[in-house]
């Protein structure tokens, strides 16, 4: 658990690993990401903006260049640029849930390529803004529903766009921020 501060900064929200088969190149077209922030001040406005994903490995180059969110189970809205991202933002409820993905151009464009045998180390960082005491923030790696698995949407050298039924093991715990 991370602390949040009072005013508007950028924090990393959560770090995941994907490891790719020693046979073949991974190609990363996007990921899914579920959301909770539970706001205990309503005048606070609590929420996060330019939601970007980057490789640990440098983190001076974001890999999405949109962003798409859902609340609540219900359709993802249009996808923005990141500098235009933003979830949870003019919300009057004391919590938001919902989904949010990451990707480069479209969902079907090629976002991160990872060597075989390889193991990356992903990281989500958003501008925190509206943080007040009692205040949190928790993020997962998760399919937007049982229909739509996009918890992360792969491929390989022979098959683009699969969907996350096919992965191995997909981490389940969420980070959380709180304050």
């Known amino acids: 658990m991370t602390s949040c501060p009072a005013s508007a900064v950028t924090l990393t929200l959560l770090e995941f690993k994907v490891t790719a088969d020693a046979g073949q190149d991974v190609n990363i077209y996007s990921f899914n990401f579920g959301a909770i922030l539970s706001d205990n001040a309503t005048a606070t406005d609590l929420y996060i903006s330019n939601i970007t994903l980057y490789n640990k490995a440098d983190l001076a180059t974001p890999l999405n260049n949109r962003v798409a969110t859902s609340t609540g189970g219900a359709a ?15 919300d009057v409820s004391l919590s938001r849930s919902g989904d949010i993905e990451v990707f480069h151009d479209t969902t ?3 976002m991160d390529i990872i060597p075989a045998g390889t193991i990356v180390t ?9 943080s007040a005491q009692y205040d949190s923030i928790i993020m997962r790696v998760s399919d937007w529903s049982t229909g739509d698995k996009n918890a992360l949407r792969w491929g390989d050298q ?5 969907d996350s039924t096919y992965v191995k093991v997909l981490p389940t715990d969420y980070a959380s921020l709180s304050r």
Request: aromatic share 12%.
């Open 76 to 90: 993802y809205a249009a996808s923005t640029t990141v500098a235009d991202s933003d979830f949870g933002k003019n």
């Open 108 to 110: 079907s464009t090629v």
């Open 122 to 130: 992903y990281v989500v960082k958003a501008a925190v803004s509206g």
């Open 158 to 162: 022979w098959v683009a766009g699969i």
